[in-house]
């Protein structure tokens, strides 16, 4: 009998599921036992960290922008200096965002 970390499990936790989800919870377990699978996933789950709203804000006004572009470039089938800039323009920042991002990650 393998050794429990912390003491006897004696506290349970319920969940409702449909037939299909269990269904599909049997098929995905890597474990024999579906309880032993869930509690070790959900225990080794890394969080998700919410992203900043400020961020997310920055990066919708850049899709509107590309957005917008794109509709421009279709309308008149041809794409002049100005619009080629600022698409590289656009990409450049979201890759200094994208760095930036895994580089605060990784610091902390």
């Known amino acids: 009998m393998p050794i429990i970390k912390g003491g006897k499990r004696d506290q349970e936790i319920k ?3 449909t037939q299909s989800e ?3 919870l049997n098929e995905l377990k890597t474990q024999v036992s579906l309880a032993v699978w869930l509690r070790e996933l959900g225990l080794n789950a ?3 960290e919410r992203a ?3 961020l997310v804000r ?3 006004r ?3 922008n590309l957005n ?3 509709k421009y470039v279709n309308t008149k089938k041809e794409v002049d200096v100005n619009v080629l800039s ?3 323009r656009i990409e450049s920042l979201l890759i200094e965002v994208i760095n930036q991002y895994r580089n605060d990650k990784n610091a902390g």
């Open 46 to 48: 890394k969080s998700i």
């Open 22 to 24: 269990k269904d599909q």
């Open 15 to 17: 969940i409702r599921v």
């Open 58 to 60: 920055a990066i919708g």
């Open 86 to 88: 600022t698409v590289n």
């Open 52 to 54: 900043d709203p400020e």
């Open 62 to 64: 850049i899709g509107s």
């Open 68 to 70: 917008q572009i794109a």
